[in-house]
Every structure is written in C-alpha cells, then in structure tokens.
C-alpha cells in the first residue's frame, strides 16, 4: 500500500488501507494500478467477480481524486447500496480523516443541496439522482475529478439500462464541454 503515496494518496489514507487490508493489494488491484494506469488518470473497466476487491479500486481512485483538490462520486443502482455505502465510507473516511461525505438518493434525508454547491468531498448517488443533476446543472461535472460507477452491468438491464448509457455518455462526451473526470467502471 505505500507505494500509492507516489501517486498522490495521502499516507493517512494508506495507513488506513493497509490496517482495513492487512494482506495488500490482491493481484486483480495490483494489475489496475500497474498494467491498466488505474492511478495515471486512465478510464477503466473492472470486471470481476464479487468479492474480488473492485470496490477498493474505486475508492482508490476516489481518494486520490480528493487528495488532488476534486470531488468524487460514487454511484450505485439502488438506494439500499447507497445508504450502507455511504455510512461504509462515512466511517471509513469522514471521521478519521475529516472527508466530507454525502449521499443523494431521492430520500428526504439527502444531501442534494450540497451536492449542488459542491460541498462535498465523495458524494454516493444512485445513477437516477445522478443523472438529473447533472442534466439540470451540467457544469456541476467540471468539478469532479473521478466518478466510479459500480455496478455497471446495469446497463444490460431492461428497465434501467438506458439510465446507466445516458449516463456512461455524458461522461465520455463530458470531454468536449471542459469536463473530464475520471471514469471507473465496476462490473
């Protein structure tokens, strides 16, 4: 885990990492990280089995996106997902190392409002909420550093692909309006 410091994750963090993860990095993380650039800003695709640590990839991604001074967005298919992603990565993260952590589901108990103004280390969303914040505010975009999309086999779903494309195409043609956050695929 140290050798991440190199890429821009604060040593908090790895300490962190390395007692959370006391067997290191698995081989699946290792080649994201060294052959795939996950940590050099390249767009990636992860598909793995569960329990193969890809979560973790996001949330290296994530952090090292914070660490830089950008906002991080974790998106998630379902609200159930959500809610224990964001106490996971609340505890994990926003007392310890002071992150600001939020979630904005459509629930009456979500941070939307500081999602719109940016207030916001890592935000966890569902694809939906996502989607119509960004379609209503789509400058919002030019201050994220990295969006993990887990789950992103959704888009082969019948009810629900055509949010996960709208979405995955909004980021990539994110490019040509002054936008490119880092994309991470999780499937």
Known sequence: FHDLIVFGCPSSVVDLWEHAFPNGLNELQLAA??????????????????GSGKTLLGE?????AVARGRR?????PLR???AEK?????ARYGGLLGLRVIRCTGDSTDSIP?????????????????????LASPTTLTHVGTVVVDEAHFIADPERGITVELLLTLLVTARAHGAAPHLVALS
């Open 33 to 50: 990280v060294n052959e795939h650039r996950l940590l050099d800003g390249e767009n990636l695709l992860v598909v793995a089995p569960t």
């Open 60 to 64: 290296m991604a994530a952090i090292q």
């Open 72 to 76: 991080a967005v974790f998106l998630v």
């Open 80 to 82: 159930a997902l959500a």
């Open 86 to 90: 964001h106490e996971e990565f609340a």
């Open 114 to 134: 500081e999602f719109r103004r940016g207030k916001y280390d890592l935000a966890i969303l569902t694809y939906e909420m996502f989607l119509s914040l960004i």
